[in-house]
């Protein structure tokens, strides 16, 4: 951020949280490392997308409080190994200009 006010604020808001939806803008993901925030971007895609075709579908049953605090911990905790070096492999082959 251009202005470390504006930053501090922002990091204030969003506090602990891992990610926040703002309004006309789009999502901001946070992580303790490039790898955590891209990891939980590509969460957050994956359980909007299926939050929608559930809505689609006509709605179903809300996971309990525990059930969903589990499941991101774990999902959290980097279940996906090697995932952040398989993606940068696939933009590197997309886009090789991104190494410039």
Do not use: Y
């Amino acid at each position: 951020m251009e202005q470390r006010e504006l930053g501090n604020a922002v990091a204030s808001a969003l506090g602990q949280s891992k990610w926040a939806l703002l309004a006309n803008h789009g999502a901001l993901v946070v992580g303790e490392s490039i790898r955590q925030a891209h990891l939980r971007a590509i969460t957050l895609e994956w359980r909007c997308r299926l939050a929608w075709r559930v809505q689609a579908l006509g709605g179903g049953t809300p996971l309990s409080d525990a059930v969903s605090q589990a499941t991101g911990a774990r999902t959290d905790l980097n279940g996906f190994p090697f995932l952040w070096e398989a993606m940068c492999r696939e933009e590197i082959r997309r886009d090789p200009t991104v190494l410039e």
